[in-house]
């Protein structure tokens, strides 16, 4: 089983930043690969980034290339989302996710993952 708790979310004005955290549980962090997942109010839930096990991989939806970076520190079993010139259409909740399953693609969709975090309130005003 694999726990997951983010933090870092918070109010934060329309070209700020943010970092989000996600610390996972479990001796072996540095096999899962791991995701950043968004909801807005009203909305789906859509995918923001994804890192695989050995972080060399990265992916990003569209909407947020050029302006967040995903990272992981294997030895703090720890990923980021580093979050800069933030819009107000990035209000959501954001989530961490984490599968233990080598995917032989970028693991975009929410069904690609077993282990979510309870989320966390990122509020961007304008």
């Known amino acids: 089983q694999v726990q997951l708790v983010e933090s870092g979310g918070g109010l934060v004005q329309a070209g700020g930043s943010l970092r989000l955290s996600c610390a996972a549980s479990?001796?072996?962090?540095?096999?899962?690969?791991m995701g950043w997942f968004r909801q807005a109010p009203g909305k789906e839930r859509e995918f923001v980034a994804t890192?695989?096990?050995?972080?060399?991989?990265?992916y990003y939806a569209d909407s947020v290339k050029g302006r967040f970076t995903i990272s992981r520190d294997n030895a703090k079993n720890t990923v980021y989302l580093q979050m800069n010139s933030l819009k107000p259409e990035d209000t959501a909740v954001y989530y961490c996710?984490?599968?233990?399953?080598?995917?032989?693609?970028?693991?975009?969709?929410?069904?690609?993952?077993?282990?979510w975090g309870q989320g966390t309130q990122v509020t961007v005003s304008s």
């Open positions: 479990g001796r072996t962090f540095s096999s899962y690969t």
């Open positions: 890192i695989r096990w050995a972080g060399d991989s990265i």
């Open positions: 996710a984490a599968t233990v399953v080598r995917l032989p693609f970028f693991a975009t969709r929410g069904d690609d993952y077993a282990y």
